[in-house]
């Protein structure tokens, strides 16, 4: 009996540890830009605390199975070291599976330039949503949250929100710092990401998302010129979210991430899906505007 109470309480923190596992999580930490990185230890213990942060704490308010889990990746490269205090820059990417296909869809890839944090050997890394433990662990449990909240919005409409609200919170409690504050120059930190996503006038960013994903890409292995179609009026969106601001921080990442998928998808389109296409994206994207001249390039 004593052995069956054990096997049941072993099965029960297993499920436990599963439930709990909502990424799929690359994490690493490259330090080959600091003078003194033969502190390897220190940093093969940073990421792999920060492997169990991601993967052992609950995120998502969904038991997501095991194939439904979150693919990302957090890279963060380390390019100035003082003591326990670091600088560096973060690369972030989130990806999903397309319906019935073996491709994947990246939703998400930048890099963060302004990342800074403190970490001594033994620290425990640790996050409350109401205050600032680690400036470390704000960063990762913000990127996260988008990711859920981009990942959701591809799949439903408006599915992300409560989690930008999220987002939102930790941009409130780390105001003042680097990274986060409204003052910094570019307009492209963490508080303006959050801001234009959680900003009703900007609300078709999150329309785009599902369009874009859930009813074009995912509906194109069946009837691929009936998902073009939709991709095609979801561009129209972003074209009318930067004719009421240009230049959104939340945009020029779409842009970037979604620019060579768009041409590989527009490729197979038809003529004039391919001239309204080249020029909605000519006129979003004029920094990238010779490279859109290759929807027209026959695809191999």
């Not at 830009?33 to 213990?45: D, K, L, T, V």
């Not at 073996?102 to 403190?118: A, E, G, H, I, N």
């Not at 970490?119 to 433990?133: A, I, K, P, V």
């Not at 994903?213 to 939709?230: C, F, S």
Request: charge should be neutral; hydrophobic fraction near 35%; charged fraction near 20%.
């Amino acid at each position: 009996m004593k052995r069956i109470i054990g096997l049941f309480i072993i099965t029960l923190m297993a499920l436990s540890t599963l439930k709990a596992q909502d990424f799929q999580c690359a994490v690493s930490i490259n330090a080959n830009q600091i003078s003194s990185s033969g502190n390897q230890q220190r940093y093969n213990e940073m990421r792999q605390k920060l492997y169990t942060f991601v993967h052992d704490r609950k995120w998502c308010q969904y038991n997501l199975k095991q194939n439904e889990r979150i693919e990302c990746s957090i890279t963060i490269n380390l390019t100035k070291e003082s003591g326990d205090e670091y600088e560096g820059t973060a690369t972030l990417v989130l990806q999903r599976p397309v319906y019935k296909a073996s491709y994947k869809t990246t939703l998400l890839s930048f890099q963060d330039k302004k990342v800074k944090f403190r970490y001594s050997d033994g620290d425990e890394l640790e996050f409350e949503e109401n205050s600032n433990l680690s400036d470390l662990t704000s960063l990762i449990a913000y990127y996260l949250n988008l990711f859920i909240a981009v990942e959701l919005d591809s799949f439903s409409q408006n599915g992300g929100s409560p989690y930008y609200g999220k987002c939102q919170n930790i941009v409130n409690i780390n105001s003042k710092e680097a990274g986060w504050n409204v003052a910094e120059s570019g307009q492209n930190n963490r508080y303006w990401i959050t801001e234009n996503f959680t900003n009703s006038t900007y609300s078709k960013l999150h329309d785009f998302y599902y369009q874009y994903h859930r009813l074009g890409l995912d509906v194109m292995y069946e009837t691929p010129d009936a998902g073009r179609a939709v991709i095609l009026e979801s561009l129209k969106l972003l074209q009318q979210v930067n004719a009421q601001k240009s230049n959104l921080a939340a945009v020029r990442i779409i842009l970037n991430t979604k620019k060579d998928e768009i041409i590989n998808i527009f490729k197979e389109g038809m003529p004039s899906e391919k001239t309204q296409v080249i020029n909605i994206m000519k006129q979003i994207d004029p920094t990238n505007s010779s490279a859109y001249d290759a929807i027209n390039t026959a695809s191999k």
